[in-house]
Nanobody, 125 residues
């Protein structure tokens, strides 16, 4: 069983920055690719970014490219989503998820086996 816990959400003005973290426990961290999804009120979950098992490769949805950076610390069992240039449309609950298949660029939530409970990000304009 894998447990994922997100942290770092909050309220920030447009143009500001936040760094989200996701701490994993209960498994060999390097065995899992990790992703971030977000869900705005009334919307479907949206893929944000993913990182490979080793942390060497990343993938971003177009709307966050150049603004968000995903990294992985295998020693600490953590992934970090650095978010810069935040916009009001980035407001959502952000979830990290893990795949034991090595997949990290699939936009379908059902691909990912383990999920955290989410952290709220609110960007005020």
């Amino acid at each position: 069983q894998v447990r994922l816990v997100e942290a770092g959400g909050g309220v920030v003005q447009a143009g500001g920055s936040l760094r989200l973290s996701c701490t994993a426990s209960g498994h060999t961290f390097i065995s899992y690719a990790m992703v971030w999804f977000r869900r705005a009120p009334g919307a479907d979950p949206e893929y944000v970014a993913g990182i490979s098992r080793t942390g060497r490769d990343t993938y971003y949805t177009d709307s966050v490219k150049g603004r968000f950076t995903l990294s992985k610390d295998i020693i600490k069992n953590m992934v970090y989503l650095e978010m810069n240039g935040l916009k009001s449309e980035d407001t959502a609950v952000y979830y990290c998820a893990a795949s034991d298949l090595g997949t990290y660029s699939d936009y379908q939530p059902a691909t990912y086996l383990y999920w955290g409970s989410g952290t709220q990000v609110t960007v005020s304009s």
